[in-house]
Structure formats: C-alpha cells, structure tokens
C-alpha cells in the first residue's frame, strides 16, 4: 500500500486527505448557502451554524495538517503544457489562500461578540472579541465572496482535470484516484 507520494503520482495520505477536503469544502458551501436563508423559528437555526463551523474548523485542521504533508513529500510533475503547468501551480496556490480567508473570516464572524467557538461539543476555540468595527459584517461579506470563488476555482479544477483524462488522456486525474505502482502505472 503506498501511503506516501513518489514523482509520479500522489500516495493514499494525499488522495484521502484531497477528497475529504473537496468534499468538506462542496458540503459547507451547500450548508452555508441554505443556512442563510433559515428564520429564527428553524429548527435549524442553531443547529447548521453550528455544523458549518465545527466542520470548517476541522477542515482547517485537515489543511494545515495538508500543507505539511505535502511540503514533506515529493510532489508528482504536472502533465502538459507549460501554460497548463502555471496555471495548475497558481491554481493551488489560490486554493489554499482562499480555504486560509475563509477559515479567518469564518472565526471572526461568530466569534465577534466575545462568545468562543464550540466544535461539536468536544471543544472550544477562545474568541479574540471585536478586533475591529463591524467585523462580523465585514468578514461575513468577505467569508460569502471567498466561498463563491473558490467553488468557481474548484469546478475549474475538476473541469482541467476531465480535460486531462479525456482529452489529452494523461495520468493527471488517475494518480489522485490510485497510487501508481514503481513502475508509475496505476495498480
């Protein structure tokens, strides 16, 4: 079982850890975008804030946890043009800085008032309080703009990598299924 990455394609730590995050990321903004409409008289109106945060705040700890692993293991060569291979490196770049946006600003918005941050009962995050006026306004406005682009940068991505599977029938969109074996086949 490779658990680790080799230059020809991601181990299972890397593609367990991606699919779990994309996952997370399309699940909270569908939460997000159906909890916004909820009235006061919701029975779900406490409840799903509190899933989405709890869940983005695991997600951030997925991330971080991420970030090191990737920067500690060989990272797979990207196929194809070297526009393509610019625009895959900025791509993730961006990701990343917008998942980090959103995990501030999805902090600072429930934390403003002064209250901490429950995460499914198991723990609390302290708040930081107000840092600044209209914080929860601003980082919320923020927080819905930074999920919006990166749900568009996303489906970017999934589209580029269909493009790489079936048209230029590269290996782009396999090696994050299946770890390949030695010989950088698919097992």
Same mark, same amino acid.
């Given at each position: 079982?490779?658990?680790? %990455? ?8 890397? &593609? &367990?850890?991606? $699919? ?12 997000? $975008? ?14 799903? *804030?509190?899933?989405?945060?709890? &869940? ?6 997925? #991330?971080?946890?991420?970030?090191? $692993?990737?920067?500690?293991? *060989? ?34 918005? *429930? #934390?403003? =008032? ?6 499914? =009962?198991?723990?609390?995050? *302290? ?9 929860? #306004?601003?980082?919320?406005? &923020?927080?819905? $703009? ?21 048209? =230029? ?11 390949? %074996? ?6």
């Amino acid at each position: 079982m490779e658990l680790t %990455n080799s230059k020809s394609s991601f181990g299972w730590v890397s &593609i &367990i850890i991606h $699919w779990i995050s994309a996952l997370a990321v399309i699940g909270l903004f569908a939460l997000g $975008w159906w909890m916004v409409d909820l009235t006061y008289y919701s029975e779900w109106y406490q409840t799903a *804030p509190l899933w989405h945060v709890s &869940i983005g705040i695991l997600l951030a700890a997925v #991330t971080v946890v991420r970030l090191i $692993w990737r920067f500690s293991q *060989p990272v797979p060569i990207n196929e194809g043009a070297n526009w393509e291979k610019v625009a895959a490196q900025l791509a993730h770049g961006l990701l990343y800085l917008l998942l980090f946006l959103l995990f501030v600003t999805g902090y600072l918005i *429930p #934390t403003a =008032d002064g209250r901490g941050i429950e995460v499914f =009962d198991w723990f609390a995050l *302290p708040s930081m309080g107000e840092l600044f006026e209209h914080q929860e #306004t601003i980082s919320g406005d &923020i927080h819905r $703009w930074a999920a919006y682009i990166i749900i568009g940068l996303s489906l970017f991505h999934g589209l580029a990598a269909f493009k790489h599977h079936l048209i =230029d029938k590269d290996s782009t969109l396999r090696r994050m299924l299946k770890p390949a %074996n030695n010989h950088g086949d698919t097992q």
